[in-house]
C-alpha cells in the first residue's frame, strides 16, 4: 500500500474547491427538498422492521389525517358520516340483574356514567364522537381508567398518541401487552422562597399496566421508571395489520385520492375560467377604429381583474382563438372515480359522499349500497361495545374492591388466565348489556301492516298490540293512553264497545282506575 502524499493546492484554487462543496451542498438541500414535496402526504411501507407501518409513520399519517377531516370536504363528510352512523341513535348501558337483587349494581353503573368527570371524556355524546374521530385519523385511542383504591370510584382520562411511545408485551407471546410507556411534558407550578409562582417545564415518563394484566407481584419501578398500577390503559385500535401493536386510521386509504379530487376540480375551475373569460371577438384596421368600438360594445374589454365574458379587440389580420377541445372531457363529472376512490377508502358509498346518486337507476343504486355500509358500521359498533364493556366491568370490580366501595363481594383470580373473577355477595348474578339502535329503516306503513297482521291471528292480547301501535306512532305517554283502555279490574276496553266504555268511565269516576 502506496504511502499517502500531500496535494499543494494555491489559495485560489482551495477557495474554488470550497465554493463548489458549498454550491454541491445547496444543490443537495434542494433536492432534498423538492423529494420532499413530491412525497407529502405519502408513508413508505418498506423497510419497517416486522410492521407494516412504524408508528412513526402512523403518526406522520395522522397529523396529516387531522388537518384532512376538517379542511377537506371528502374525507370530512366521510368522517362526519361514519360518526352519525354509529352513535347517531345513541346506545343503552346498563347493568343486567334480577328485580328482587340484595345490591343495585345497575345503580353504580349509572352513576359512573352521569360523573361529570366522566361525560366531557367518556359517556356524553360529544366524547363518544370524538372517539371515533379519533380512529378515522389516528387508527389509536387510549383510556387511562383513573381508579380510587379506597372507594373504588373510576374517572376516565384519555392519553394522547403522541405520548404513547411503546408497548411492552410478553416476551414469550407478543399478543399479550403488559404495559404502555408514556412520556410527555408536563407543566407545574412552583412556589419560591418569596411566595411567588412560576411555571416549570418537566420531562415526565410513566408505565401503565394493560386492563387485562394482573400479575401476581406488581413492581413499583421499572428501569427507574414509575409503575401507575392505579391507571390502568385500554388501548382502542382498528387496522391493525401484520405482526403490529399499532393500528392505522381509517382514511388512511383515502388520503391521496382526495389530494387527487382536489387538484381535479382546481384544474376543471380554471379550465372554465380561462374558457369563459373571452366571450367575444371584435377586429379593427386601425387604432381610431378600435377606440371607436370599445365605446360601442355592450361588454367590457379584459382588464387586469380576468373578468369573464370579456370581449377581445385585435388589428386586423391577426387572429385569437381558443384551443381546440373536440373530443376532450371538460365536465366535473369526469372526476367522481377519484371520489369513488376516497369513498372506497373509507367504506362509505360514493352516493352517500358527494350527497349525489348519479345519473342512472339512482334510487336503487343509493339503497343497495347502503346494505355494505350497514355491515361496516355494525362491525365498528361491536369494536366500540367490546370498549363500553371493558370499562363498565372495571368499574364494577373496582366497586368490588375496593374497601369502601359501594358493592360487596369478592375478587378470586382465574387459575387459567390469571385474571380477576367478580362474585357478588349471595353469588348474584348481573352482566354489562350495551344496546344499539337499529340500523335498519322500516316505514311506517309496513309497520302498521304488521301490528294488523300480528292483530288478525288473534293470538297477542289487545294491549300488547295497542301498546305496538302506539310506539309506531311515536305517541307520546303510551302509558297514560293504555291505561284509558282497561277497566277497574285491568282488563282491556274496546273504546268502541259503548256499554263497556260507560262501565270504564264509572270505575274511573268511584276512583277505581288511577288518573294522572
Not at 496 to 511: C, E, H, I, K
Request: hydrophobic fraction near 40%.
Amino acid at each position: 500500500m502506496s504511502a499517502a502524499t500531500d496535494v499543494v493546492v494555491s489559495r485560489d484554487e482551495l477557495a474554488t474547491l470550497e465554493h463548489h462543496i458549498e454550491t454541491l451542498e445547496e444543490a443537495l438541500i434542494d433536492a432534498r427538498r423538492l423529494l420532499s414535496a413530491e412525497d407529502a402526504g405519502w408513508v413508505s411501507l418498506t423497510g419497517q422492521t416486522g410492521e407494516t407501518m412504524n408508528v412513526e409513520s402512523i403518526r406522520a399519517t395522522s397529523s396529516v389525517a387531522r388537518v384532512m377531516a376538517i379542511a377537506d370536504p371528502l374525507i370530512r363528510r366521510a368522517v362526519n358520516l361514519r360518526c352519525s352512523y354509529v352513535w347517531g341513535g345513541g346506545v343503552t348501558l346498563a347493568a343486567a340483574q334480577e328485580d328482587e337483587a340484595e345490591q343495585d349494581v345497575n345503580a353504580v353503573v349509572q352513576a359512573f356514567l352521569e360523573d361529570e368527570a366522566n361525560a366531557k371524556s367518556f359517556s356524553s355524546a360529544q366524547a363518544r364522537e370524538e372517539l371515533e374521530r379519533a380512529l378515522a385519523t389516528d387508527g389509536n385511542v387510549f383510556h387511562s381508567l383513573v381508579t380510587s383504591p379506597l372507594t373504588g370510584r373510576v374517572q376516565v382520562r384519555k392519553v394522547p398518541f403522541s405520548q404513547v411511545v411503546d408497548i411492552i408485551t410478553n416476551p414469550e407471546d407478543a399478543d399479550e401487552v403488559w404495559y404502555y410507556k408514556r412520556e410527555w411534558t408536563a407543566k407545574q407550578l412552583q412556589t419560591d422562597a418569596f411566595g411567588g409562582t412560576r411555571t416549570v417545564t418537566a420531562r415526565q415518563t410513566r408505565l401503565y399496566p394493560d386492563i387485562s394484566y394482573f400479575p401476581m407481584r406488581r413492581e413499583r419501578f421499572i428501569d427507574d421508571v414509575a409503575v401507575e398500577w392505579d391507571k390502568p390503559i385500554i388501548h382502542t385500535l382498528v387496522n391493525r395489520a401484520g405482526e403490529s401493536l399499532w393500528g392505522t386510521p381509517d382514511v388512511l386509504a383515502a388520503l391521496p385520492w382526495a389530494r387527487g379530487y382536489k387538484g381535479f376540480l382546481e384544474d376543471w375551475a380554471a379550465l372554465m375560467k380561462a374558457l369563459s373569460q373571452y366571450a367575444f371577438k371584435a377586429t379593427a384596421k386601425t387604432k381610431a377604429g378600435a377606440a371607436a368600438g370599445r365605446t360601442r360594445l355592450t361588454t367590457p374589454p379584459v382588464d387586469g381583474e380576468g373578468r369573464v365574458g370579456a370581449t377581445i379587440l385585435t388589428p386586423e389580420g391577426q387572429s385569437f382563438e381558443a384551443i381546440g377541445k373536440s373530443g376532450a372531457t371538460i365536465d366535473s363529472q369526469s372526476g367522481r372515480p377519484l371520489a369513488a376512490m376516497v369513498a372506497a377508502g373509507i367504506d362509505v358509498p360514493v352516493t352517500m359522499l358527494l350527497s349525489d346518486p348519479g345519473v342512472t337507476g339512482a334510487r336503487a343504486t343509493a339503497e343497495t349500497l347502503d346494505e355494505p355500509l350497514k355491515n361496516t358500521i355494525t362491525g365498528r359498533r361491536a369494536v366500540h361495545t367490546s370498549l363500553l364493556r371493558t370499562v363498565l366491568q372495571h368499574v364494577i370490580r373496582s366497586a368490588v374492591k375496593a374497601p369502601k366501595g359501594p358493592l360487596q363481594g369478592t375478587i378470586t383470580r382465574d387459575p387459567a388466565t390469571g385474571r380477576e373473577v367478580v362474585r357478588l355477595t349471595g353469588d348474584q348474578p348481573f352482566g354489562v348489556t350495551v344496546d344499539w339502535p337499529s340500523l335498519e329503516k322500516i316505514s311506517l306503513k309496513d309497520l302498521m301492516d304488521a301490528i294488523k297482521t300480528a292483530d288478525d291471528l288473534g293470538k297477542l292480547p289487545p294491549l300488547v298490540i295497542a301498546r305496538l301501535a302506539l310506539v309506531a306512532l311515536d305517541v307520546d305517554d303510551v302509558d297514560d293512553v293504555l291505561s284509558e283502555l282497561v277497566d277497574a279490574d285491568g282488563n282491556f276496553v274496546d273504546p268502541y264497545d259503548a256499554a263497556a266504555a260507560r262501565s270504564q268511565q264509572a270505575a274511573v269516576a268511584a276512583g277505581d282506575v288511577p288518573q294522572d
